[in-house]
């Protein structure tokens, strides 16, 4: 076998094959001989058909067999003999014929991880937002946990505002007749959750008791029944009931269903919780920036195929946590096209900064030593609730110890780059003030 490497771009390569008619004859004898154990043909034996008729009949087969082999054979080879870091499958942009005692010749194109030398990646300037405790996070926080366990309760206000859930009758018209399907008793409609027609729900905020009223609606454009949509109807309703969120006290019992004695261990908690997830966010905010600037002064051709791998990664982990959450891609309107799309920036951005992280660490002779690795083993199997010894088997593959290894050398590196930083301290951003609210007209209407 002879192999000729070209330089295609900074990251691909082509490979020039040519393979000794020798190999080829051989190849052919092989699949002629595994093709005829179960080839039928009328009028021979299985396992007992000469070379000559299977050519005539296999011939196509035998050459698809053969080019497969030959490629694996050598393609694979060349690889470790040149060197060559392959990050995809190999593109045959050419190839020659199988003939019985004439030599094979291919040309294949691969992607290549690119050669990346880092520069100016010391005493970086950086911005880091200063960690300023809002007061108001664990009682903001508490509320949303007692709106979580809100229960419905008949209100005695006589008129419904937005956010109640109220009973109602209705049933709509097109002109003078009424349509199917537009017709409900006894139906609960949170008002504000957007659930029915636009424009229905603000037209029942304000409706007493007993009271009715004409809503006068259009359906949309896109609606689902042909025979309804862009038309004008009226919906006759009819409030029967009003009914309102009623969240229950924050006190020692309701802290209890939470896991703790009393309302001040749970503040406690949250306190930490709350303190815990925004040092996290300035960090990882810092960290953000640090490899923002790496990547502007060490600009990287990232190949197709590293690209695809970091979307198919990202959008499993998104995936993930919406099946945690109970919710799927497709209540997102997210599919795996429109994912690539949005997200191959980030991707690249992504795929840049471990390139640049991992040349630094080679140029700096960072890595993980064992004492890190039985660190960081620990520290998964905790925060996993795992055993350690599960968790050390799990890591045993030379494929899952190598990630792990190169995880704990980025994030070494990651210190080394902070450590030489120049850091500066900045009063966070402060949020964008709230509308007011009209003095909340609609929680002081009259009883």
Do not use: C
Not at 142 to 168: N, W
């Amino acid at each position: 076998m002879n192999v000729k490497v070209e330089d295609v771009s900074s990251i691909k390569k082509k490979l020039i094959f040519e393979v000794a008619a020798e190999q080829v004859d051989k190849e052919i004898q092989k699949a002629f001989k595994k093709i005829g154990k179960t080839a039928k043909i009328k009028g021979f034996r299985a396992g007992k058909i000469p070379v000559s008729v299977l050519e005539k009949y296999y011939g196509s087969q035998m050459e698809q067999d053969v080019l497969r082999s030959l490629i694996n054979a050598t393609y694979f080879k060349a690889l470790q003999e040149n060197d060559i870091p392959a990050v995809g499958e190999p593109n045959i942009v050419e190839s020659s014929g199988v003939n019985k005692g004439e030599a094979f010749t291919y040309e294949a194109e691969v992607e290549i991880k690119p050669e990346v030398t880092a520069k100016d990646y010391t005493k970086i300037s950086l911005e880091k937002e200063k960690f300023v405790a809002d007061p108001k996070a664990v009682e903001g926080r508490l509320e949303e946990m007692g709106a979580s366990k809100a229960q419905l309760e008949i209100t005695k206000r006589k008129k419904a505002r937005k956010g109640d859930s109220v009973v109602i009758d209705f049933e709509g018209f097109i002109g003078e007749e009424a349509f199917a399907g537009g017709k409900g008793d006894d139906y609960v409609l949170e008002l504000g959750s957007g659930s029915f027609i636009p424009g229905f729900e603000e037209q029942v905020i304000g409706m007493q008791r007993e009271g009715t009223k004409d809503v006068e609606v259009s359906f949309p454009e896109e609606y689902g029944q042909a025979e309804l949509a862009g038309k004008p109807a009226v919906f006759k309703v009819l409030l029967k009931e009003i009914k309102e969120k009623v969240s229950p006290e924050l006190d020692d019992e309701f802290a209890k269903g939470f896991g703790v004695d009393t309302l001040d261990e749970l503040k406690e908690q949250l306190q930490t919780s709350y303190e815990t997830q925004e040092t996290n966010r300035v960090e990882n905010d810092l960290r953000e920036k640090l490899i923002g600037k790496l990547i502007e002064s060490n600009p990287v051709e990232v190949p197709e195929a590293m690209i695809a791998k970091q979307l198919e990664h990202m959008y499993e982990n998104i995936t993930n946590r919406m099946k945690s959450q109970g919710m799927t891609p497709e209540m997102m309107g997210m599919t795996p096209e429109n994912f690539r799309e949005n997200y191959r920036t980030t991707a690249i951005e992504q795929v840049s900064g471990n390139l640049i992280l991992e040349a630094i660490g080679n140029q700096e002779k960072i890595v993980a030593d064992e004492s890190e690795i039985d660190a960081k083993l620990g520290e998964i199997a905790t925060m996993a609730n795992a055993p350690i010894d599960m968790v050390k088997k799990h890591y045993a593959g030379a494929e899952a110890r190598s990630g792990l290894m190169a995880q704990i050398a980025e994030e070494k590196v990651i210190t080394f780059l902070l450590e030489s930083a120049k850091v500066k301290e900045v009063a966070p951003k402060k949020p964008k003030a709230a509308k007011k609210k009209s003095e909340k007209k609609a929680e002081k209407e009259d009883a």
